[in-house]
Nanobody, 124 residues
Framework: QVQVVESGGGLVQAGGSLRLSCAASGRTFSIYRMAWFRQAPGKEREFVAV????????YYTDSVKGRFTISRDNAKDTVYLQMNSLKPEDTAVYYC?????????????????WGQGTQVTVSS
């Protein structure tokens, strides 16, 4: 089993920045990749970014490319999401997810382990 806990959400003005953290615990040696998803009010949860535990290139959804950066610190079993140039449409609950197997990286069903989510609100 793997547990993941997000932190770092909050309220920020448009154009501002936030950094989310996701700390993993438990059988972290089994983690294959970790990702961020988000869910805005009234919308389905959507993929944001993913990074493998071994160092392969990250992937992003088009709407955040050039603004968000996903990174990891294997020594701390932590993944980060640096969010710059935030827009009101980035407002959502952000979820961290982990998987110990392969599968489509941008699909929810790929990930067995989920955090409780952290709220990000961007004011205009």
């Amino acid at each position: 089993q793997v547990q993941v806990v997000e932190s770092g959400g909050g309220l920020v003005q448009a154009g501002g920045s936030l950094r989310l953290s996701c700390a993993a615990s438990g059988r972290t040696f089994s983690i294959y990749r970790m990702a961020w998803f988000r869910q805005a009010p009234g919308k389905e949860r959507e993929f944001v970014a993913v990074i493998s535990w071994s160092g392969n290139r990250p992937y992003y959804t088009d709407s955040v490319k050039g603004r968000f950066t996903i990174s990891r610190d294997n020594a701390k079993d932590t993944v980060y999401l640096q969010m710059n140039s935030l827009k009101p449409e980035d407002t959502a609950v952000y979820y961290c997810a982990a998987t110990d197997s392969g599968g489509y990286y941008n699909t929810e069903r790929t990930y067995a382990y989920w955090g409780q989510g952290t709220q990000v609100t961007v004011s205009s």
